[in-house]
């Protein structure tokens, strides 16, 4: 025997892993790459090539370990029907390769062409290895050959959409590395008793050339590997257009909601605007009738007008609020800090908020030091203590109980405002510092202050964040109280 031919035959199982391991890695990779919503047709149909190459992956594994290990009968006609049944992939794919430009190619020929292999392979003693011939001649080398030329095919039939991504070499390659892998896998077969299997097979190859066909079955199955890499780059530079499409979309779509909010400024500012003068008037009117003809007027008629009094200041708070709002939208608005403190600040406003608290039977405790000075805007933070103060006596039945509490930390100080009022679902929680992110309150038999808008907290927040802060809250859930918290950097 040829020493060269003993060496190849000793080293055979790390070329059947060499040859294993190229469709391993190229199903996987197939079947890894991202082609969902693909606008390349080829994607739609890779699954196939890919269970080909897994399958007939896990058939060479099988014959490396018998080669190896020695031969069992079971595990050896497993193998081979994993290699049958890999051939089958192989062949529909091609065959959906060539449909995919036009060239269609009927589906039942398969069926037909097993049928020819089946009964031919009766007629002679040894059915097996007749079998297996055959169906290399019938099955994979077709399969290849339609899969090869496809691909050519298929670049050309793309080709206006795929000239531009550089991947006519990986086309090409493929397709070529295709039909010669073919020829070596599905021409070069067991020897036989009958044309060509007699003349052209294993043996007869390597007396040839010496070298045996499996280096060259491997060295193509790299090359495919390779090429087949290289086309699935189209999906990756697909993936990324869709990404910057999109990421397109939501800029343009950012940009139009950008002027949708500075008109909606525009329009809260303008609107509170020219609700402000008849709103005057009829507030001035109001107070100097009641002012000067209260005595002259029926009852009646004063109870109306106050009425008309306090509507008009419950109106001037919402008009407050909205240009408030809309001057905090502004981008280059810059709070003007002083060094105050922050104690005397929260005092002044329980003492203003003290008389409401006292007609709603609520008590409002203090646990704060003395002095904390902090840099701040103190019309602003007073509007923040104001806010949450009075939020929590409206929404605290009578009776109730309301904490303030300062904390000190290393650079900042905790406010919370604690109370054991009606509290919030989760859901509410998630909507209560957004614009008119009122919880309406209405029907609960709670006796509470259900006046305003849900500006309040939306203000508080953006004024706390503009000095450095932050603002949030804690609740329970519904009928437990709620505990809101703010923090602002303190002054060394």
């Not at 009738?289 to 001037?316: A, F, H, K, M, W």
């Not at 929404?395 to 109730?400: E, I, L, Q, R, W």
Request: aromatic share 14%; proline share 2%; charged share 20%.
């Amino acid at each position: 025997m040829d020493p060269s031919y003993q060496w190849f035959q000793n080293n055979l199982d790390y070329i059947f892993f060499v040859y294993g391991l190229a469709f391993l890695i190229l199903g996987m990779a197939v079947l890894l790459q991202a082609k969902k919503e693909s606008d390349f047709n080829l994607a739609r149909i890779l699954w196939l090539f890919a269970s080909y190459c897994l399958i007939h992956s896990i058939s060479d594994f099988i014959h490396m370990w018998l080669f190896t290990k020695g031969t069992f009968d079971l595990i050896h006609y497993f193998a081979q029907f994993l290699s049958y049944l890999s051939f089958i992939f192989l062949f529909e794919f091609g065959r959906r390769l060539l449909g995919l430009t036009n060239k269609n190619v009927d589906w039942r020929i398969l069926p037909i062409i097993y049928f020819i292999i089946f009964s031919i392979s009766l007629l002679f003693n040894n059915f097996w290895v007749t079998i297996d011939i055959l169906i290399g001649y019938f099955v994979r080398v077709p399969g290849g050959i339609m899969a090869g030329v496809g691909f050519f095919l298929y670049y050309n039939f793309e080709k206006k959409n795929l000239i531009q991504l550089n991947v006519k070499k990986y086309f090409y390659i493929a397709g070529a590395a295709l039909l010669a892998w073919s020829f070596f896998c599905g021409m070069v077969r067991t020897k036989g008793d009958f044309f060509p299997a007699n003349i052209l097979n294993i043996e007869s190859f390597f007396l040839a050339v010496n070298i045996p066909v499996y280096i060259f079955r491997s060295i193509f199955a790299l090359i495919v590997t390779w090429a087949l890499i290289g086309i699935l780059k189209i999906f990756n530079w697909e993936a990324k257009e869709r990404l910057k499409k999109a990421k397109r979309k939501l800029e343009d779509q950012n940009l139009e909601l950008e002027k949708l909010n500075e008109l909606k400024s525009e329009f809260l500012r303008r609107a509170s605007h020219e609700l402000k003068t008849p709103l005057i008037s009829i507030k001035g009117f109001s107070d100097l009738i009641l002012s000067s003809y209260t005595d002259q007027l029926d009852p009646v008629i004063i109870s109306n007008l106050r009425e008309i009094n306090d509507g008009c200041e419950r109106l001037q708070n919402i008009i407050n609020n909205l240009l408030k709002t809309s001057r905090l939208e502004s981008p280059d608005l810059e709070p003007k800090l002083k060094n105050e403190d922050l104690s005397f600040l929260i005092k002044f406003c329980v003492h203003e908020l003290q008389t409401l608290a006292k007609r709603r039977n609520q008590s409002i405790k203090l646990e704060i030091q003395d002095e904390i000075y902090v840099n701040m805007e103190k019309e602003e933070i007073h509007d923040v203590l104001s806010n949450l103060l009075i939020n929590a006596i409206k929404y605290t039945p009578p009776m109730g109980k309301i904490e303030i509490k300062t904390e000190l930390q290393d650079n900042s100080v905790v406010v919370s405002v604690i109370d054991n009022g009606i509290g919030f679902t989760n859901e509410q929680k998630n909507r209560i510092f957004q614009q008119f992110g009122k919880i309406e309150r209405y029907g609960q038999g709670l006796d509470l202050g259900i006046d305003g808008t849900g500006l309040g907290l939306y203000i508080s927040k953006r004024i706390v964040e503009l000095h450095g802060g932050k603002v949030w809250m804690e609740s329970e859930g519904k009928n437990k109280g709620a505990s809101f918290y703010f923090t602002l950097p303190t002054v060394k």
